[in-house]
Each structure stands twice: as C-alpha cells, then as structure tokens.
C-alpha cells in the first residue's frame, strides 16, 4: 500500500520527522517496505543511513531533489509557434525572479496562443531525469540553441520529475498553483510503501493507515463518515435489488447519479492516484479507484442508461439488479473484451436479461462506462472472499479491488463507499444525486465483544498495566470497551474483522504500548531437564535413512482443499470425503489452503506437481500429521503421524558416465521400504495385495509381525492427470509412523561373527499365481531355524514346463553355524525340512532340473 504524506494529513495531523514516523510504523507491525522522497530532501537521518552526499539529488527508486533554487511554478506569459520548426513551440514563462524566460517545447498539449497556464519549471543548471534514456539516467539543464533560438529553461513533464513514467505533453498545474514557488514545497511529497501483511488489510487504505498513526502517535484523527442531503427522487425509484446466493454476497448498495458529464479529473486527483501508480481515466472511472484507495472500498460504475436499454427489451422499465451464481457453461464478456465461459462457482452481477459483471472482479463491457454516460448506477458491495480469490485466479484477473475483496472488505463499508462516491461525482462530474441508497443486507455484520484482563496483559506480554491504561489504549483504536469487575470487555470497530479472540486484544494492546518498550526478564529458574521423546528420535532416524536413500524432505502445507481429495477417489467419487468431515479454517489465507488435510498424499501430489516445472526426477518424503475429525474426542479431531513417499522419473538422472533413463516404479519404493524397516529393525516384512483408490493395480500393503503399517504403489493413471503429472509412472507410499515406534524403542541384540563358513543352498518352487513371494520367504525363514541367516529371491519365471496358474520362485539360502562347519548332509536336512512345511501349507512343489 503506498500512502503519500500529504494525503495522509488530509485526516490525520502529523507532527513527527519522516524518518521517526517510518520507525513507529514498523514497530507497531506497519512493515514500511521503503519511503520514496518525491522531489524533496531526506532527512539527514536517512542521508547518513544512505551514504548521500550532502549535495546529492538522487533519492533512489526513481526519484530526485527537485532543487529549491533551480526548479519553480512557472506561468505561460505567451506561446508562439517557432518561426524555424513547425512542430516546436516558442514559449515565455514567468517564474518570480525577474525576467520571463523563454523556452523551447515540442509538448502536445501547449498550442501557439496559450497563456495563463502554470507549469512545472526548471532553470538552466536543474538536474532532471533523462525521459528518453532506457535506464534512470539523470541530466543537467544546459543552455542550447534549437534552430538558431537559444532555450533558457525547460516545462517539465512528469517523467522529467520522476512522478510517472508520462513524458508526452508538460504538466499543467492548477490555477491556484503560486508563481515562482518552489515546485518542492508546491508538490514536492513523501510515500510510504508498506506490505500489507494478510492481518492488515485495514491499512489498504489511505484512512487505514491514517487510523494507525492516530492510534500509534496519539494525534487526532479527522475522517467524518461521508454525508448528502439532496431533494432528488429517491434511489428505489430507478432499480432494485436482490441477493440470490447470500453466502456469495452479504450486502449489495447501490444509488444513482444523474446527468453527470465524462471528462478528466481534477489535477489533484489525477496526481494523488498517480502517486499510487495508477492511470488516470475519466473523473468517473477514477473517483471508483480514488475512493477504493481513500476508504479501501472497492467500486462499480455502471452506465445506468444501458441497464435501462437492456430492461426495456424485455418489457420492464425498472432495473432490478440480481446477484446470483452463473449457470454452467455461461458466457459473459468483460471489459477487456474477452468473452468467458463461467461455471457454477462464479458470482455474477446480473439484470434480468443476463450477467452485467463477475462480482468483485471485474464489470462487463455491454454496461461500462463510456464518454456518453450521463446516468451512472453506483455499485457497493460485499462478497465471499474466498470466492472473489478463487474466481480471480481462475480468470487470471488479478486487481487492486480483487485484492482488497479477496482479504476481507467490512460490510459496513458499503454505504460509506456508495456516498462518498456519489459525493465526488455529483461534485466533479456536475451531476444530482438520487436521495438515499438502495440495498439487499440478508446476513448484517456482526462484532464479536472480547474479554481481557490486566491478569493477561501481564502474563501473555510481561508488563504491568492498569485497567485504565488497557482502556486507554484500546480507545485509542475506536474500540468500544466495558469494565466488570477484573474484565475489561472490548468490541472492536466494524471495520476490524481480526479481532476474535483474547490473543487479538492483547496483540493490539502491544503494539500500541510498544513492543520496544516491553522489558526483557530473564528466567528465574533453571531450565527443566529434558524428557526422552522416542517419537522425535524416531522421525529424525527416519530423516537420516531416507536422506540417505537418496530422498529429499519435503515440509508442506497441513492445509489443502476439499477438491484435492476428491481427486484421490477417480473411479469411486461416492467414497471421497465430503466438506462436513474436514477441518475447515474460518478465515483461510488463500483459497488453496482451506481445510486440514486428511492425507499425506494430497501435500506429496501437490508438491510433485509444483516441482515438476523445474526439475525431471523427484524423489521425496515428508514426516506430518493428518487431522480426523470423526476419530477425535468430539471437540478436536485425531491427530495421526504419518509417513509419505513419493517418486518419480529416472532411476538414475545420470552424468558424464551415463545412467539409467528407465523411470523409478514399484520396486524402486519397494527396496526404500525394506531399507528403511531393516534400519529400524522392523522386519522382515510382508506384503499384501491391498486396493487403495488413488493406486492402480500395483498396490501393496505393508505388514510386520502380521500388523499392517501403510501401503505403497504406483499411482492410477486418473489421479496423475487430475494433479497435472506427467504420463510417466509415479508411486506413492502411506506410513504409519506411530505402528513403527515400538520397533525402533526395542533393544538391538548383535549376534557374533562366526568363525565359520557359510553354506549356499539354492532352491526353485512351483507355487500358485496367487501366492505372494513375501509369504513364501516368511515361511522360509520361520522353518530355516537360526542357522538360516538369509533369504534372497533372484528368480521369478512363468512359461515353458511352468503350469498354467502356477509360477516359480528361485531362492538362494544362506546358512551358517556359531559352532561349526555345516556339512551337506546338515543342509540337505534343512532344505526337507523347508519344502516339506512348504508343501503342506502352500502346496509348493520343488522344481527340478
């Protein structure tokens, strides 16, 4: 938000140096990202800070000194046209220091014959920017001869003076502009560019920011709530409204201006708004911007003589203004002309013909304003901010007013935005103001009184203030207060829609007070000494073992959207969870960040598909919890901590020695499962066939000591397209973090190296299809005893001498002995043993040959 000093003591009376100002701002959470000197010195606080020299006119951002002894207010005496150079004017310009000086200009917007007009002039010697240069460049004024006439000064344009990039015609001051003034005390300012953090969207407004530096300094605020009397016929006369879907929009105003004429708007608006960086239009379209940036209220002028049209062609002679969610496959052109296909989701402004504008965003071009318009119908209203930041980005059309309705706009403001619209146009556009305002108000704005005590201030901030202190304060900030007993009940101003809780209060309390002025205490007592945390232990074991399976941790987002579930569930919809079974934020931040996620691999798919713009393979994990509301205690929901794995593309990106191009799949995440068990001591695993929705048909459950810990497979080729991955395998793992910690809590027990050999035995199964090979290798190893210390399979084949429906699996076996060297005969008593278990409870057959 950038707010120019001279607007902002049009309401509040400032007194302190800029640079004291710029500190007390940012103190109180005001982040005043840079202050650009407009024409003006800095103070030398700031010159040191900035290493100026003392004689520098270079301020930075684009800015210079406008020198108080080189550049005036100037008035044309006289203008001719050059007797050399058709297209060149010569012109004499009277600064209040002696002789008028003559000038040589080629600006557009001065004609041979002008006079009387006051300018923006500089003297030989002046320092000015160089409005033809690619790059800020400054210049000093010399004297010259354009075609055999010499030039003794130059009328400025507003690039010259780094005002805005302008630099076609000069600037033409106003009337009362005083001759021979220096420009810097006549237009000369300083602006604040403050961040506007998402809990400050008060101060995106020139009275916002007002507000803070009367509560922050303690000086008087001026900003009465606009008023109008008038005898005109009243509003309700010329349209109605009605609100359709009230959780899209809480209240529509709206009023009418009469007989207004289209032309430009004052210097003194046209300057304060190019301060701001925006473009002046037309007095009408830049009253909506002046008093969005004024009051933080955004409008909506439309051509009332065009509803009007649109009214009588269906037989009505009064507007009735409808707000109403589009139809699916509804098209509407915008302003910028370009038609758009709406869907169900998007607020629409509507007649009774059709959509006129998409509510909060932008207005439609059937009913903009033109230079014809004599009838205006002046929009205030107040939508759901979710759907205004949803449908921007959707369209792609991002805006001063998107933004503000996108972060919260008081609905309380309406009226005062719709009158002091209203007021500005009837003043600058000639026009009659219709008496009152219209409006539909289903769901009235509400306050919510808060309680805090000096107990609270003194605990949560650490300093000792009074009751009245606490009062005075908070009065500071148009809080409402009322004291009972201990409890100071505080109601904030309407337009304060952070404040709900004791946290809020005391937030303000501080500020005010001055988080500088709060003492630092040290701690009066010894730290507790720390208790052992096996679940910490655990997830930062778990951290070193798959950073060095090669994986990158990844710390997303808890907050997602409903959508992004559903689309886990491609062939089962009916199963994905419905909005009333999640977490749900009461003011999110971003309307991709609504609810509390119930999957780990909601956060994995997202992030894949953010990263995958800048990089082919990705293989990541992240250590989170999950929020189940149904499984909690009826006031919080279950927390569970999970474990998520995602990878994709080549196996091995490789390098000047080559690689492997074939992309990670199934058992690529399979072999970092059974990694990541053995070095939690968790094994041996099993594995299950398991049907998850978002995997295909390979899809695997996880299991240890017959309990199940997660599931693992590769991603259904549906679920890819709806995150927008690439058509490539992707294969996703779900752990259960908690079903391992008793793994990793149990004593590791080291057995000795054997002083003697160990014996390789091979052995080939015929098994049904069916079989997992993880069962067969279980029941291995529960028959082989101690002396087997190892099972590897090495060998699946299905095919010729292979039973339909049958499969064969070869294994190598390893024993050894602690005491001595096992014979064949040792061995072979082993290998019965295996096969005959095998054979009983599997019915496999040995494979010979």
């Not at 300018?119 to 001869?145: C, E, N, Q, W």
């Amino acid at each position: 938000m950038r707010a120019p000093l001279s607007w902002l003591k049009d309401y509040v009376d400032i007194t302190l140096p800029v640079d004291e100002l710029e500190e007390k701002l940012t103190l109180a959470g005001l982040e005043v990202a840079n202050v650009e000197y407009i024409g003006v010195r800095p103070p030398e606080s700031v010159r040191r800070r900035k290493q100026m020299k003392a004689d520098e006119v270079i301020t930075g951002n684009g800015h210079i000194v406008w020198e108080r002894d080189k550049i005036f207010v100037g008035q044309i005496v006289e203008s001719r046209k050059h007797p050399n150079a058709d297209r060149l004017i010569l012109a004499t310009v009277d600064y209040g220091a002696g002789e008028p000086m003559t000038i040589i200009t080629g600006a557009p917007n001065l004609k041979p014959g002008d006079s009387g007009q006051k300018v923006a002039f500089a003297t030989l010697g002046s320092v000015l920017i160089d409005p033809y240069a690619d790059h800020f460049k400054t210049m000093r004024l010399k004297s010259g001869k354009i075609r055999g006439i010499r030039s003794e000064g130059m009328a400025c344009s507003e690039k010259e003076l780094g005002i805005s990039e302008e630099h076609e015609g000069i600037i033409i001051l106003p009337d009362d502009a005083p001759v021979g003034a220096p420009l810097a005390d006549y237009l000369g300012d300083v602006v604040f560019d403050i961040d506007i953090t998402p809990n400050m969207i008060r101060i995106a407004s020139i009275i916002g920011v007002a507000r803070e530096v009367a509560a922050i300094t303690g000086a008087a605020l001026h900003a009465p709530l606009p008023t109008w009397q008038t005898q005109a016929p009243p509003a309700s006369d010329y349209c109605d409204i009605e609100i359709v879907d009230d959780d899209l929009c809480y209240r529509f105003t709206a009023t009418i201006i009469r007989d207004v004429q289209v032309k430009p708007s004052p210097f003194w608006m046209q300057h304060r708004l190019k301060l701001l960086g925006q473009r002046p239009i037309s007095n009408l379209v830049d009253i909506t911007n002046y008093v969005m940036f004024e009051w933080g209220k955004p409008l909506h002028a439309f051509d009332y003589d065009r509803l009007r049209e649109r009214a009588r062609s269906i037989g009505k002679d009064k507007v009735k203004i409808i707000v109403r969610r589009a139809e699916e496959g509804e098209r509407f052109t915008t302003l910028d002309n370009v038609e758009r296909t709406l869907d169900h989701d998007v607020l629409m402004i509507c007649d009774e013909v059709g959509p006129v504008g998409i509510g909060g965003v932008m207005g439609g071009l059937e009913t903009e304003i033109s230079d014809t318009t004599t009838t205006v119908l002046l929009e205030s209203a107040s939508f759901n901010f979710i759907n205004i930041r949803q449908t921007s980005r959707k369209f792609k059309l991002p805006s001063e007013a998107a933004y503000r309705f996108s972060r919260g706009v008081p609905s309380e403001l309406d009226p005062i935005g719709n009158i002091r619209g209203a007021q500005l146009m009837a003043d600058l556009g000639g026009g009659d103001i219709a008496s009152g305002i219209v409006e539909d108000y289903p769901r009235p704005q509400t306050m919510v009184e808060v309680p805090v005590t000096a107990r609270d201030v003194e605990r949560w901030l650490g300093i000792a203030l009074s009751q009245d202190e606490i009062v005075a304060i908070l009065q500071r900030l148009e809080f409402e207060t009322r004291v009972e007993g201990e409890t100071i009940w505080a109601t904030a101003p309407w337009y304060r829609l952070d404040v709900n809780i004791t946290a809020d209060v005391l937030e303000e309390i501080a500020r005010i007070y001055g988080y500088d002025n709060i003492p630092i205490t040290m701690l009066s007592d010894e730290l507790p000494p720390q208790r052992h945390n096996w679940q910490l232990e655990l997830e930062e074991h778990l951290r070193d073992i798959l950073t060095g399976a090669g994986l990158q941790e990844t710390i997303n987002y808890t907050l997602t959207t409903v959508a992004n579930h559903a689309k886990l569930y491609p062939d089962q919809p009916e199963l994905a969870p419905t909005a009333d079974q999640f977490i749900t934020l009461a003011n999110p931040l971003s309307s991709e960040r609504v609810v509390m996620r119930r999957s780990l691999i909601v956060s994995a798919l997202e992030n894949l598909r953010r990263n995958l713009r800048y990089q082919d393979r990705l293989a990541t994990f992240e250590l989170g919890l999950i929020y189940i509301p149904e499984e909690g205690d009826g006031e919080l929901p279950a927390e569970q901590r999970r474990l998520s794995i995602a990878m994709t593309g080549p196996r091995d990106p490789g390098g000047w020695l080559g690689g492997d191009p074939e992309p990670m799949d199934f058992f690529d995440l399979k072999g970092v499962i059974e990694v990541m068990l053995e070095r939690l001591n968790a094994g041996p695993a099993t594995y299950e066939p398991a049907d998850m929705p978002y995997c295909g048909p390979r899809c695997a459950r996880v299991l240890v000591d017959g309990e199940a810990i997660g599931v693992f497979g590769e991603l259904h080729p549906r679920v890819r397209q709806a995150y927008d991955l690439p058509d490539r395998p992707v294969v996703v793992a779900d752990l259960d973090t908690d079903a391992l910690l008793p793994y990793f809590r149990q004593k590791t027990h080291l057995r000795p190296f054997s002083d003697f050999p160990p014996v390789k035995e091979d052995i080939a199964l015929i098994v049904d299809e069916d079989i997992p090979a993880g069962r067969v290798e279980a029941l291995i190893r529960q028959t082989g005893g101690p002396m087997l210390i190892d099972v590897r399979l090495f060998d699946l084949y299905r095919g010729k001498s292979i039973p339909i429906g049958k499969k064969s699996l070869a294994y190598s076996l390893t024993f050894q002995s602690p005491t001595k060297t096992l014979s064949d005969k040792d061995t072979a008593k082993f290998r019965r043993k295996i096969v005959g278990r095998l054979s009983r409870e599997i019915g496999a057959q040995l494979r010979e040959g």
